[in-house]
């Protein structure tokens, strides 16, 4: 990147610099960036980067190869190659997406929360099922290790659809009315679900009993205390 300025105007020259040739293996390329500054310091932008109207969610693959971005209008996902830099495909969805998750290391396995209550599953191929929670869901936690789906929203319940059984299993029954968000620890695989009320609950996935609570807002301001 080349920085001009011309009147007390800065002009970003994003294209100047050295560019490898497209024909370079993945290796060499490799080679080239470890030896070469000017290469290291080069910035590649992916191509048609951009949202038509509102971007509500981005998530990163694990391998670190794919970019997806949810937003709207329309409702709509669209996968980012970071190796071609480019734009993989798109797909248009039925309703706005709340959140989703990627449960594999590429592309090939995501599931949506749509704000009409419908939880879609997608494979490399496209759309691959559709089901629906009993309340409006907020926020959503995929358990690895026991291959649950935690979600949550306008209830006290946390729902959870293990996809091994392909089934809902018996919810999680919280203390409060509503949940906003939730996640998982990566450590301890502790599951913890943010309450309207301003508490944080952690549930032992294991034994699907709550091991603690912590209360984040003033207990003053809580509804029916003084």
Request: net charge neutral; charged share 25%.
């Amino acid at each position: 990147m080349q920085i001009s300025n011309i009147n007390d105007v800065k002009i970003y020259n994003l294209s100047y610099g050295k560019s490898l040739p497209e024909w370079l293996s993945d290796r060499k390329k490799r080679q080239l960036q470890k030896k070469d500054v000017d290469i290291q310091r080069r910035i590649e932008l992916i191509q048609d980067f951009e949202m038509p109207t509102v971007c509500s969610s981005i998530k990163v693959s694990r391998d670190g190869q794919f970019i997806l971005a949810a937003g709207t209008y329309k409702p709509r996902v669209r996968c980012y190659d970071t190796y071609q830099l480019s734009l993989k495909f798109e797909r248009c969805l039925d309703s706005d997406v709340v959140a989703f998750e990627i449960l594999s290391d590429d592309y090939s396995k995501l599931v949506f929360l749509n704000c009409d209550r419908h939880v879609e599953f997608h494979a490399q191929h496209g759309h691959y099922y559709k089901t629906r929670i009993p309340k409006f869901g907020r926020d959503f936690s995929y358990h690895y290790a026991s291959c649950d789906l935690y979600f949550v929203g306008m209830s006290s319940e946390v729902y959870r659809l293990n996809l091994e059984q392909g089934r809902f299993l018996n919810s999680l029954q919280t203390d409060a009315v509503e949940n906003n968000v939730c996640d998982i620890n990566g450590v301890h695989n502790l599951f913890a679900t943010g309450t309207s009320e301003g508490r944080v609950e952690c549930w032992d996935p294991r034994v699907r009993n709550r091991v603690g609570m912590l209360d984040c807002a003033l207990s003053s301001l809580t509804e029916g205390t003084v």
